[in-house]
């Protein structure tokens, strides 16, 4: 859109996030705002992405055309946020995107320029799983009535329907939400290499409300009628020695591999070798990982409940959504044993997968973007679609 252009040209644009893609913590939400701020350089934007320090981390860099600055900790990143902001340490500053991950910035306390509120999920089920007690229900006191409240007249972005039916659920207006899909990374050829034998992965953080013991039980279930049954997991966090913990309790052996953090080219091996993804997670905004999968033909099952994957899986087509563990098993049973079934859901993956580009969505977010900034709230019916 050209007017987008021509408001984006030379504006700066800060992200004010709690974690950037290179943390050890980073995952899919972190490549969707990296990926929405290359789109914003490329429309002629300066852009900074603030978010908390970490162990070999520079303090500041630019790759890509966007300056990242860290400064720290988990928790005490939102207070450096602030301060940052208020100080004027970003120099000048056009629109802030303040990126609600659970916790806001609280930049409107701060700044007089538009802000954009990025919301990937809400985090209802999340923080009695992570912070229980006291500290979880605060949180979600922030996250559920005083966010809403401090925000009120702000835009917002998502990357699902669901989640931004939950937002109207905590009192943000419809009017004032933009939905826009994440998309999916060209697929590295690492060659035509399915395994042999039944292979499942799992891929993302190893952190309590991914329940990634769900998979590790179904291999574990699958295994007398399936023997050389496979779980690849990858990916790594600080749950990591208790979900080995449970699959030694389960005697799972050589069943459950864990890969780790592993590099680019061997986790598309991993989704190359599996014939099925499973995705047990409690909650996802969008579920990236059920996309690249998908590019290489392999589909996933998944809950139904987390949200977004209502909408990154065509339920019954290119992947199955289930409700309880015990479907879980029983559907993974079924496609295991039936190759032609399996065969069409990998086709139809590939093909629905395809259909949501990185392009189509750093479009859409700047649209929304230059529309805060000629002072205009975006309704998610206002933005292009795929």
């Given amino acids: 859109m050209p007017q987008d252009a021509a408001t984006l040209a030379g504006k700066h644009v800060v992200f004010l996030s709690w974690r950037d893609s290179g943390n050890p913590e980073g995952g899919g939400a972190e490549r969707y705002l990296e990926k929405m701020a290359e789109g914003l350089v490329e429309r002629g934007c300066r852009v900074t992405v603030f978010s908390a320090a970490y162990a070999a981390a520079a303090d500041q860099e630019v790759h890509d055309g966007i300056r990242f600055v860290r400064r720290g900790s988990k928790m005490s990143v939102y207070a450096r946020g602030m301060e940052q902001l208020l100080r004027g340490r970003f120099g000048k500053v056009d629109l802030v995107v303040d990126v609600q991950n659970g916790l806001p910035f609280f930049s409107p306390v701060v700044t007089r320029v538009p802000v954009v509120v990025l919301v990937y999920h809400v985090h209802r089920e999340q923080w009695p799983i992570v912070y229980p007690g006291t500290t979880g229900r605060v949180g979600w006191w922030i996250e559920s009535e005083l966010a809403p409240r401090l925000y009120r007249k702000r835009q917002y972005v998502t990357i699902s329907r669901a989640t931004m039916g939950e937002l109207e659920e905590l009192g943000v207006r419809p009017r004032q939400i933009a ?110 990982v059920v996309g690249e999968a998908a590019q290489h033909g392999t589909p996933t099952v998944a809950y139904a409940a987390s949200g977004g994957t209502r909408e990154s899986i065509q339920d019954g087509v290119s992947g199955v959504l289930v409700d309880s563990r015990d479907e879980m098993v029983a559907t993974t049973r079924k496609l295991l044993s039936d190759p032609a079934l399996l065969a069409t859901f990998s086709e139809s993956a590939r093909r629905y997968s395809g259909g949501f580009t990185w392009e189509e969505s750093q479009s859409a977010f700047a649209h929304v973007l230059a529309s805060a900034l000629r002072g205009e709230v975006v309704a998610s019916q206002d933005v292009p679609e795929r």
């Fill in 179 to 288: 939905v826009v899909h994440t998309g999916t990374d060209p697929v590295l050829e690492v060659g035509p290499n399915r395994s042999p034998h039944p292979t499942l992965c799992v891929v993302g953080r190893l952190v309590p409300h991914k329940r990634v013991e769900h998979a590790i039980a179904t291999v574990v279930d699958l295994r007398r009628e399936f023997p050389d049954i496979r779980l690849h997991v990858v990916g790594d966090g600080w749950w990591a020695p208790t979900l080995k913990e449970y699959a030694a309790e389960l005697d799972a052996g050589d069943t459950v591999v864990f890969e780790g953090q592993v590099s680019e080219e061997r986790k598309q091996e991993i989704y190359e070798a599996a014939w099925l993804q499973l995705l047990p997670s409690i909650k996802e905004g969008w579920g990236l």
